[in-house]
């Protein structure tokens, strides 16, 4: 995460609100300030002060960490693959009340540390207690409304 030398928020400020204003060749300067290079050839007005708005900001202020960086690179070389990226995994607080309606009855599930409660009795999983409402097994995280199902399922 770059950070550039002591530019204060308001600096950024005033660049942001001005960079509007800024000729077209102002713009194109900018550009090669910030990132080295002159801009693509069709790259439109918009769009170059919008990239240009985000890089002083991102040197102002930092970019995307070092993990978010090669999670980006690992989900592009997926789609470049052919492999569905795996969706990140979903973290709950403990204390959190989960509430589902089934079958007109309102079910309501505490996540604690390491398990779950329903009705006074703990279990594993969300999956777990789910298929303990409706009978039959399902994704915890799906009946729970954490994650969408995929399509053709229930």
């Known amino acids: 995460m770059r950070r550039r030398k002591s530019i204060s928020k308001?600096?950024?400020r005033e660049e942001l609100a001005y960079?509007?204003?800024?000729p077209l060749d102002g713009l194109k300067a900018r550009w090669q300030e910030l990132y080295g290079s002159p801009p693509p050839r069709r790259l439109g007005?918009?769009?170059m002060s919008r990239a240009?708005?985000?890089r002083l900001q991102e040197e102002a202020?930092?970019?995307?960490s070092a993990a978010t960086r090669r999670r980006l690179k690992r989900l592009g070389a997926d789609l470049?693959?052919?492999r569905a990226p795996k969706s990140a995994s979903i973290k709950i607080k403990p204390g959190t009340r989960l509430l589902r309606e089934w079958q007109g009855e309102m079910h309501e599930v505490i996540v604690l540390?390491?398990?779950?409660?329903?009705?006074?009795?703990?279990f594993r999983s969300l999956s777990a207690v789910a298929r303990e409402?409706?009978?039959?097994?399902?994704?915890?995280?799906?009946f729970f409304g954490l994650k969408e199902r995929v399509r053709g399922s229930r």
């Open 10 to 12: 308001q600096q950024v």
């Open 19 to 22: 960079l509007p204003e800024l």
């Open 45 to 47: 007005r918009l769009i």
């Open 52 to 54: 240009i708005a985000h």
């Open 61 to 64: 202020f930092g970019g995307v």
């Open 80 to 82: 470049a693959a052919g």
């Open 113 to 122: 540390e390491r398990e779950v409660v329903y009705r006074g009795q703990s």
């Open 133 to 142: 409402i409706t009978g039959t097994p399902w994704s915890g995280p799906v």
